[in-house]
Each structure stands twice: as C-alpha cells, then as structure tokens.
C-alpha cells in the first residue's frame, strides 16, 4: 500500500525537480548553502562533517565539502554498493575531484586510499572543483585540508571492507595504502547533511527508494548509542519545490533533526 503511495509520491517530487530551470537551481542552491555557512551553528561548530557528492538535481554540495576542508573539518563522503551504504573520510578536494565513478555515474570512495593521498603535497596543490567530481555544476575554489594527523595504517574493524558482498574495491589495504577513516569505528560525527526527494518540514523524508540513508542513520545510532558516542545532528539540504505538507511513511524512515530549504 504505501509502497505504492511512495512510488506516486516520487514520480511527483521527479517532476517538480526536473520543472526547476538551471538557473533557478543555481540561485536556490547558492541560498541555501549560503544558510549553512552563515547561520546554521551545528554546521559551523561541527567538526566532523558527513555530507553528499550532489547529483545535478540536488542542492550543489561543492562549496560546502570547499568550506568544510578549508576549516580542517573532517569529511566524509558516501559509498554505496549492493545494499548498503558507508561514509568513507576524504582528504582534501584533490582527494574528492579524483575518486572513481560508479556505473551510475556517482563518484565513490573505495574503503583503502593510496598513502599519497594524506601528503601534505597532495592536499595543498590548487584542485578541481568537487562539484565536477560529483557531477554537478562548478564551483572556483582556492585553499583546502590538511593531512590528518593520526591515519590508520590498517582496516581496523569489520565495518571497514566486509560488508559488502558483490564489488571488490580495487584499491586494497597493502603496504602503500591506508584505510579511510569510517565513523562507525571512530565515533568522530557530530552532522549528517542528508539529500533526498522529498521532506516535510518537520523532518519526513523519502528518498530514492533503497532505504541507503534509513538503513545507514539507524547503523549510526545504534553503533553510536551502544558505545556511549554522542549521536550526530542530522539536517536535510532540499529546494523549497521538495517541501509537502506531508510524505508517507512506514516504520524504517528516519526522521531527520532539521530540514534547511
Ligand atoms: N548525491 C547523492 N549521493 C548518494 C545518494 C543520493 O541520494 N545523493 N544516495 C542515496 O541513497 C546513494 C545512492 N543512491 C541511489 C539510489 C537509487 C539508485 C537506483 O535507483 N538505482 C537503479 C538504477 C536507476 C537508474 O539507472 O536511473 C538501480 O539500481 O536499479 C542508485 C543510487 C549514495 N550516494
Ligand atoms: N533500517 C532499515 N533496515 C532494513 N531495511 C530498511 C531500513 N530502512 C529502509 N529499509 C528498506 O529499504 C527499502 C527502501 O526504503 P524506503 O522506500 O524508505 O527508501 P528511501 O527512504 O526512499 O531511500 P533512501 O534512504 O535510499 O534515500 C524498503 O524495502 C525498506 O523496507
């Protein structure tokens, strides 16, 4: 029944996205992002960011993954395969502009990173734009990250590399690389920006209908709960055309904290 519903719902929020011109996007997304970076103060106090590579129809991420390394946050952006989802650590924007894309199209971390990716070298030279990494519209930005201090030199836990069973990373734990650092094992996540189809303003949401971000934010607060971790904010970046009055919904939808459009 609502599995129906939910199909109808998002044939609509597919439609009200697409009637959205280019540059309308652009300017509603500039707004947007601009809310973050001047008023919202979990953004500006977070140290610990998880946040999307945006996709051409979703609120450009670019200027925030710039900000956020700029400030020395830690970043971390999603991995999908099969059916479920993990937020690896990037490094630096050059990190991000040279990540492999999926089928569709979506750049991914894989699980291990080359060493060369933490010198300090390689995340200080002038970088492409995230945006063009995720697809999406460019952005011109300047400085970046710093290295992080503590890198781990192997795959710690199980979250690391073996919850997936179809795709083998290409890049494997070896004596050149090191695994990306996964919240699930450090506990280091105080804000979840969060894409999708559709949201109310209280924080419903449906997404693109594989559960990836239900099933990753109740991994996240369980895992953070059972080991005493603070739980991460959540905040839904979304165009004011995503926003309806109410969103069908079933037992596995999370809701999220703040919904910014
Ligand atoms: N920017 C961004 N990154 C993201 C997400 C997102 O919503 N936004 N995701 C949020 O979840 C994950 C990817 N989500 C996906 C959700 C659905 C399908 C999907 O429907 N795949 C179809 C093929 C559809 C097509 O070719 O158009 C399939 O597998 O059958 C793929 C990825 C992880 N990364
Ligand atoms: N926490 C969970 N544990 C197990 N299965 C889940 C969980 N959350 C969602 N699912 C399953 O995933 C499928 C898709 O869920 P749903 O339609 O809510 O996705 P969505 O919110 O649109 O997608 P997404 O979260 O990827 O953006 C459903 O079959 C649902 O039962």
């Known amino acids: 029944m609502s599995l129906q519903l939910k199909s109808l719902v998002r044939k609509e929020l597919r439609a009200r996205l697409r009637a959205m011109d280019t540059a309308t996007r652009a300017a509603e997304s500039k707004r947007i992002v601009t ?52 937020f690896l650590r990037v490094y630096s924007l050059r990190d991000i502009a040279t990540l492999p894309r999926n089928e569709m199209n979506i750049a991914q971390p894989e699980y291990h990173v080359s060493q060369s990716v933490l010198t300090p070298e390689a995340t200080e030279v002038e970088m492409a734009s995230p945006a063009e990494a995720a697809g999406g519209a460019s952005v011109t930005t300047t400085s970046e990250t710093t290295a992080p201090t503590t890198a781990p030199t192997t795959a710690t836990t199980a979250h690391s590399n073996t919850t997936t069973t179809n795709t083998t990373p290409s890049i494997k734990e070896s004596a050149e690389t090191v695994a990306r650092e996964n919240p699930l094992d450090n506990g280091k996540l105080d804000l979840i920006l969060v894409p999708g189809l559709g949201f109310t303003a209280a924080g419903d949401r449906i997404g693109r209908g594989k559960g990836y971000y239900d099933k990753y934010l109740t991994r996240i607060f369980t ?39």
């Open 223 to 261: 895992t953070f709960a059972a080991n005493g971790w603070t739980a991460p904010a959540t905040i839904a970046l979304t165009f004011p055309c995503q926003i309806m009055d109410s969103i069908p919904t079933d037992a596995t939808d999370v809701r999220i904290g703040h919904v910014l459009f």
């Open 35 to 86: 809310q973050v970076l001047t008023q919202c103060e979990r953004y500006k106090q977070a140290k610990h960011v998880a946040m999307f590579l945006s996709m051409p129809s979703e609120v450009d991420t670019a200027e925030l993954l710039a900000d956020s390394l700029k400030a020395g946050k830690t970043v971390y952006v999603p991995r999908y395969e099969a059916d479920t989802m993990d």
